[in-house]
Nanobody
Framework: QVQLAESGGGSVESGGFLRLSCAAS????????IGWFRQAPGKEREGLAS???????RHADSVKGRFFVSVDIAEKTMYLQMNSLKPDNTAMYYC????????????????????WGQGTQVTVSS
């Protein structure tokens, strides 16, 4: 059973930065897409970034240029570097994984991801 565990959330001021980590166990990267999502109260879960099994990265337009996804295979850890944070970035952030096509991975649809972490809270104050 794949297990994912996020860490690195917290409270920062507007313009600040955070780096989220997602420790993964029992993930066979062949054919697997890994991604980051967030969900604010009363809003739908939003896809932020993903890495497909050919190591191609995609970032949603809403975070492109400010957020950067990366993975350390040896450490079995995925990261989300978040810069220039804004108050409307306040949300619970989740990492996810699942077997899917490259196209599905790029679409960042939450329903395509089978495995989810418990989430880490990010709060950005103005």
């Amino acid at each position: 059973q794949v297990q994912l565990a996020e860490s690195g959330g917290g409270s920062v001021e507007s313009g600040g930065f955070l780096r989220l980590s997602c420790a993964a166990s029992k993930v066979a990267y062949a054919g697997v897409c890994i991604g980051w999502f967030r969900q604010a109260p009363g809003k739908e879960r939003e896809g932020l970034a993903s890495i497909d099994s050919d190591w191609r990265r995609r970032h949603a337009d809403s975070v492109k240029g400010r957020f950067f996804v990366s993975v350390d295979i040896a450490e079995k850890t995925m990261y989300l570097q978040m810069n220039s944070l804004k108050p409307d970035n306040t949300a619970m952030y989740y990492c996810a994984a699942g077997e899917m096509s490259h196209d599905s991975c790029a679409r960042l649809g939450a329903s395509a991801f089978r495995y989810w972490g418990q989430g880490t809270q990010v709060t950005v104050s103005s």
